[in-house]
């Protein structure tokens, strides 16, 4: 992008008159991790990309996964065992990509009497999926006898324990993977824009030719013209498909998945576990600094797709899955901190039920050229993206006889990636550890700040130092707004809250401290009015009673 034009809504009138002055070799629909991808993988190839997101990046499915690079043990019941390799292998290269975001994760696999998985499929599996996945080293799965499962996990069921596997997996935050994704393909020229919604497509000889777009924020309309159409709008997709006329053959099926965020002391695990719940499926409970979050369902939605909630009734399900697993654990309503609720865009087949669904990927292309992409998991997002553009380089090579190079993006690092090894990354962590105390800093908040922003914290740390804060906490959240204004597009208190800073799901209570002087912040930055700053108040209470807010009263 050129140097004048930050990626910041501060420049968002510079932004919209770039795309509407030049014609792109592709415009991306869709700014979750698979349009972020797409739009990486491509404008490092050499092609003049564009991208717009109807709401925030990562606001749909991106932010709402499990929030693990995994690599999908349960699909090899299914003997999908191409998905298990492709994202089994792709798990180690995201993690070279961003090691500061992506971090290794000991998941320990419990067997229990009458379980799904008993001992010898369970050490035949993970024997696989390491051969599947090229798994080396220390990360190569052990199977464990009960004594050292429950050393390892104290809280397992003693009395119809009868082993664990022990395996590596890898966790993230899904909505920052997806921002550092996006902020990466700016460095090759990308123009990335949220708050544009694509209303309809700009037609030349009755093929696609480029988008119309309503910008949310000014009110206004544009057109950008493109050689090329992807559209990555996950749950959306259909809905493009039919303003394009081309809504036919294969369609989406939608599922829920849901997850709730307990105080680490309510669920005191030692590592990640993946358990059994009586009704067959498999959860997850992963610890996560100040909280322990547990998911995920798998249920049909045929709702709005812009109102995702958790109801009482999926809470109810996860709470006793854990009950059940963990006896001396007594998880109750109340004890739920926050919550969140997702979309998969899966593809329906026939006679299937939800949880039997495909995660695969698959491409559409219509009769007038628009291509489509949906299926899919967070973790295969660069293969997704890469065989998508493909097909766009192919069409170019027919199209226009040029010549387009193959992906790239194996080794290419994020934004904020600075680190050979993830060991580099726990010296950092201690470092800036070091450097923080004495400003009455705890060590959760150098691990916060490196396993957001990588070294980005450095820029972030030069804004603090300038803050004239009493409040180092206030100082830092002030120092954090305006790195994230003025370098990830944040345009209201939720994008701030909720994706830039996961703070809405991973501390909550942060929240309802920092509330009123961030409100200030954005209204002395934004020049806004007090009508706008009551209406972020109200939005921002009414997402933290309904992400929290599971009493009785809500049935």
């Not at 988008?211 to 259909?238: C, M, N, Q």
Request: charged share 30%; net charge neutral.
């Amino acid at each position: 992008m050129t140097k004048n034009i930050r990626f910041s809504n501060l420049d968002r009138k510079k932004t919209i008159a770039k795309l509407q002055e030049e014609t792109f070799d592709l415009v991306v629909i869709g700014g979750g991790i698979t349009g972020g991808g797409i739009a990486l993988d491509a404008a490092s190839r050499g092609l003049k990309v564009a991208l717009v997101e109807k709401n925030d990046f990562a606001s749909g499915t991106s932010s709402k996964s499990t929030k693990l690079i995994h690599g999908g043990l349960r699909y090899l019941k299914q003997f999908d065992f191409w998905l298990v390799k492709e994202v089994g292998s792709e798990r180690a290269i995201v993690h070279n990509l961003a090691p500061h975001l992506v971090l290794p994760e000991k998941m320990l696999l419990p067997l229990i009497e009458n379980g799904s998985y008993g001992k010898w499929l369970t050490s035949i599996g993970l024997k696989v999926y390491d051969i599947l996945a090229q798994v080396t080293g220390d990360d190569k799965r052990k199977m464990l006898e009960k004594k050292e499962a429950l050393k390892l996990e104290p809280l397992l069921p003693k009395k119809i324990l009868k082993g664990a596997g022990y395996y590596a997996e890898y966790r993230t935050d899904d909505a920052r993977l997806t921002m550092e994704t996006i902020k990466t393909s700016l460095q090759y020229g990308a123009i990335p824009l949220n708050y544009a919604e694509v209303t309809d497509f700009v037609y030349e000889e009755d093929m696609v030719a480029g988008v119309k777009v309503k910008d949310t924020i000014l009110d206004t309309e544009f057109s950008i013209k493109a050689k090329y159409v992807i559209s990555a709008a996950g749950p959306w997709v259909d809905e493009l498909r039919g303003i394009n006329n081309s809504k036919k053959g294969k369609r989406l099926h939608l599922t829920k998945g849901v997850h709730l965020v307990f105080p680490y002391e309510k669920l005191p695990i030692k590592q990640s576990v993946y358990f059994d719940i009586p009704d067959g499926r498999m959860m997850f409970a992963i610890p996560r600094g100040k909280i322990t979050y547990i998911g995920t369902t798998d249920t049909n939605f045929n709702e709005n797709k812009d109102k995702v909630k958790t109801d009482v009734a999926d809470a109810i399900y996860l709470i006793s899955a854990v009950n059940n697993m963990f006896p001396k654990i007594n998880l109750e309503m109340e004890d739920i901190i926050s919550s969140w609720a997702g979309l998969r865009p899966l593809i329906h087949e026939e006679g299937k039920s939800a949880s039997e669904l495909s995660r695969k990927d698959e491409i559409f292309t219509s009769d007038t050229g628009l291509i489509s992409i949906a299926g899919g998991k967070l973790t295969g997002y660069r293969k997704m993206a890469e065989r998508v553009v493909n097909r766009v380089a192919k069409k170019m090579e027919e199209d226009y006889g040029i010549t387009v190079k193959p992906s790239d993006t194996e080794h290419i690092p994020l934004c904020g990636n600075e680190f050979k090894k993830y060991k580099y990354v726990k010296k950092y962590i201690a470092e800036i550890h070091e450097r923080l105390t004495p400003e009455g800093f705890a060590q959760y908040d150098a691990w916060y700040l490196v396993t957001n922003y990588g070294k980005q914290t450095e820029t972030i740390l030069q804004y603090y130092a300038k803050q004239k804060e009493d409040d180092h906490v206030l100082g830092m959240a002030k120092a954090e707004l305006k790195f994230t204004i003025e370098n990830e597009m944040v345009h209201t208190p939720m994008d701030f809250f909720i994706r830039r800073t996961g703070r809405l799901y991973f501390d909550i209570d942060s929240i309802r401290k920092l509330m009123e002087p961030i409100l200030a912040e954005f209204k002395t930055i934004y020049k806004l009015n007090d009508n706008v700053i009551d209406t972020y108040r109200k939005t921002l209470e009414r997402e933290i009673e309904e992400h929290s807010n599971f009493s009785l009263d809500r049935i």
